[in-house]
């Protein structure tokens, strides 16, 4: 049973409002007598005008209501913007206000595909579409309109992508400005940082605001973590076209940019100019490399299994295999990341972090011992030969534990599954 219904009378073009507004009665009255008691959002989607012809001339007019269409009509919101990517995009809002997955649509045939083509762009795999037909041809005539068109055009979606992306560039940030976390060690010949949650558009609670990354487990849309990335680029001065961000497994893979992309890798290194490479982060460490000398680049996702298996040191292996870079040059900043404060591990699992040293334990003899995933990077790092010197993970911001933090950083321990994700970044200035 759908927990919210969508009645779609965006842009119609009336022959008569009379008759109209009697199929309105049956189709609201339908609507309250099958779906109100389930659903916990009823909902009308109109422009704010709509087209009517008169003597074969066509005209804006609004939707009056009488008095039985007022009161039934009490029972809906009703959303009014001149595009339907605004409307789309409000209702949303309101359906994810309630946490509501389950949607029923109403629409005139000759409009499905197009609602079916916005809806693809806006919503994820979280929630469940189901269609109906408006019925809108009794008697006379009600409405000028074609059968259902079941297909669309690549210019026409191209213009829907294009309505969307303007839209959404017209929201405000929310949560304050984008901030961008650098670090002192890498020079200019890089750009570089790490994202918080501030200054983007996604505004479900977790996800809020500047969120890098859409799955189908989450609602927010690719369109949106897009324009998020967008805003980024233009802040930082890259080239979102030149974009690549880890596939993460939580393992040692590292694709070396050029190269054939593997299905999913923790790693990347690139020598190419313009190109910039990201590395995901909510908890697990977003981790870059630089080398100024070799003018060669990395980054690396590190969670505490891939910290286990060496995926930081496997970046930097790859660099010097690829791009003839030495160990001393080579310079390593770690990002936000969990803390011990509030990361723990089975026992067992929290034994071979002791293995590598004490230190990186606390309580090891309790159930669940807190674990450092930082200091443990830290020593792999120098064991691998990195320069102590070249290693930034104790700046002020960047060392804030993202789960201690919630108005700065996201967090998979603090947030659970729907958590938002902010990225560490680097390119090679062209």
Not at 20 to 31: D, G, S, V
Not at 52 to 70: A, M, Q
Not at 228 to 251: M, P, S, W
Request: with cysteine.
């Amino acid at each position: 049973m759908a927990e919210a219904v969508l009645l779609d009378l965006f842009g119609l073009k009336l022959t008569c409002q009379e008759n109209f507004y009697e199929t309105l009665l049956k189709t609201l009255n339908a609507i309250q007598y099958h779906l109100a008691a389930k659903a916990r959002f009823l909902c009308i989607m109109d422009c704010s005008k709509m087209s009517c012809e008169r003597d074969g001339e066509h005209d804006n007019c609004e939707l009056e209501t009488s008095n039985g269409l007022l009161t039934l009509m009490r029972e809906f919101e009703i959303v009014r913007n001149p595009s339907m990517a605004a409307s789309l995009y409000t209702i949303k809002q309101k359906i994810d206000e309630k946490n509501l997955n389950s949607i029923k649509v109403i629409v005139p045939a000759h409009r499905k595909t197009l609602m079916k083509a916005f809806i693809d762009c806006l919503f994820t795999e979280v929630y469940n579409f189901e269609f109906e037909d408006l019925q809108v041809t009794l008697r006379d005539g009600l409405l000028k309109q074609s059968t259902e068109i079941n297909t669309i055009t690549a210019h026409k979606l191209e213009e829907i992508q294009s309505e969307i992306e303007t839209y959404l560039r017209s929201l405000p940030a929310l949560k304050g400005e984008l901030t961008i976390i650098t670090s002192p060690l890498i020079p200019d010949i890089f750009i570089h940082g790490f994202t918080t949650r501030t200054g983007g558009i996604s505004y479900i609670p977790t996800l809020s605001s500047f969120n890098l990354f859409s799955s189908s487990k989450r609602r927010d849309p690719k369109v949106v973590v897009q324009e998020n990335l967008r805003r980024l680029a233009n802040t930082a001065g890259f080239n979102v076209e030149k974009f690549y961000q880890i596939k993460t497994d939580h393992a040692n893979e590292v694709w070396i940019m050029g190269r054939k992309e593997p299905e999913s890798f923790d790693g990347i290194t690139s020598n190419q100019r313009g190109v910039t490479i990201a590395a995901p982060g909510a908890d697990c460490i977003p981790i870059v490399f630089a080398d100024p000398v070799k003018k060669a680049c990395g980054v690396a996702h590190s969670g505490w299994k891939g910290t286990l298996l060496g995926v930081a040191m496997a970046t930097v292996n790859a660099m010097i295999a690829e791009y003839g870079c030495s160990l001393e040059d080579i310079i390593v900043v770690l990002g936000p990341s969990v803390g011990p404060c509030c990361f723990t591990l089975p026992r067992e699992s929290a034994n071979a972090f002791h293995n590598l040293h004490p230190e990186c334990v606390r309580l090891f003899n309790s159930p669940r011992p807190h674990i450092d995933i930082r200091k443990a990077t830290r020593i792999l790092l120098e064991q691998g030969g990195i320069l102590p010197q070249n290693i930034h993970d104790l700046n002020q911001d960047l060392n804030l534990c993202t789960s201690c933090h919630p108005d700065k950083f996201f967090s998979h321990v603090r947030d659970g599954l729907n958590f938002g994700t902010q990225i560490g970044f680097i390119s090679i200035r062209e």
